[in-house]
């Protein structure tokens, strides 16, 4: 009796699925590396745009301060008792408000709102009627 | 036998080879994410050491200009408003801006 030595499929040993387990590993802590250092520089970024749109109003601010103290009329500027306000956009939700008592120069208020305190907008209350 | 013992060799190599290729990717992953992190850490370092030196000018008192391998450069920028003073402050890490701030301050009479 001839055994017919059919040819098998090379079955994957313990040493294969070994090898695929590791591959596996090593892909994805290697993504999950990546994603993570990624979402901390998008993070720092925002960060870093922050600072700079905060020093950008800062610095209009102080523009706007120093050419009251020379005397000028500066369009926005609201006076109102001996108190000159205004108001500098940081971002599109936050201001920077800026309150100076005109005798003295000294800043009452230098300090980032949100653009809804600034408005101060109320809804109503339903009373019962 | 022989034949069995063939595939297994071949078996075997053609595991050592996709293991060694995705071992080279994946090293290759991990170093861009750790040269990622250290970029990462160090724009952090310079918009903090921007941020106290803006606030040292601000203060009319002298800003460090340099922190572990981060120097800056202050530039002063003239103003047309009187009774104003404006500079530029550049974050340098070998020779390559990493952050830039401008700001102002008022120009307090002696």
């Known amino acids: ?129 | 036998m022989k034949n069995r013992a063939s595939l297994t060799l071949m078996e075997m190599l053609i595991m050592v080879l996709v293991f060694s290729l995705s071992a080279a990717i994946c090293l290759g992953l991990f170093a861009g994410a750790d040269r990622l992190s250290e970029e990462t850490v160090r724009q952090d370092r310079a918009v903090i050491l921007a941020q106290n030196a803006a606030e040292a000018l601000k203060a009319g008192a002298e800003p460090e200009t340099a922190e572990d391998g981060l120097y800056l450069d202050i530039r002063e920028v003239p103003s047309e408003i009187p009774g104003l003073k404006q500079a530029e402050i550049t974050v340098f890490f070998e020779k390559e801006a990493i952050f830039t701030l401008e700001t102002g301050w008022q120009e307090v009479a002696p």
Not at chain 1, 87 to 112: A, G, I, S, Y
């Open chain 1, 1 to 129: 009796m001839k055994k017919k030595e059919a040819l098998s499929l090379p079955a994957i040993g313990g040493s294969s699925l070994l090898v695929i387990f590791a591959v596996l590993c090593l892909t994805v802590f290697a993504l999950l590396s990546l994603g993570t250092v990624q979402a901390e520089r998008r993070l720092s970024d925002k960060g870093a745009q922050a600072v700079s749109d905060y020093y950008r109003a800062d610095l209009e601010a102080e523009k706007i301060f120093a050419r009251l103290r020379s005397g000028e009329q500066v369009p926005g500027v609201v006076e109102t008792e001996g108190v000159c306000r205004y108001t500098c956009p940081v971002t599109e939700n936050q201001t920077l408000m800026v309150e100076l008592e005109k005798e003295t120069w000294v800043v009452l208020r230098w300090q980032v709102i949100l653009r809804m305190e600034e408005t101060e907008e109320k809804l109503d209350v339903w009373d019962g009627k």
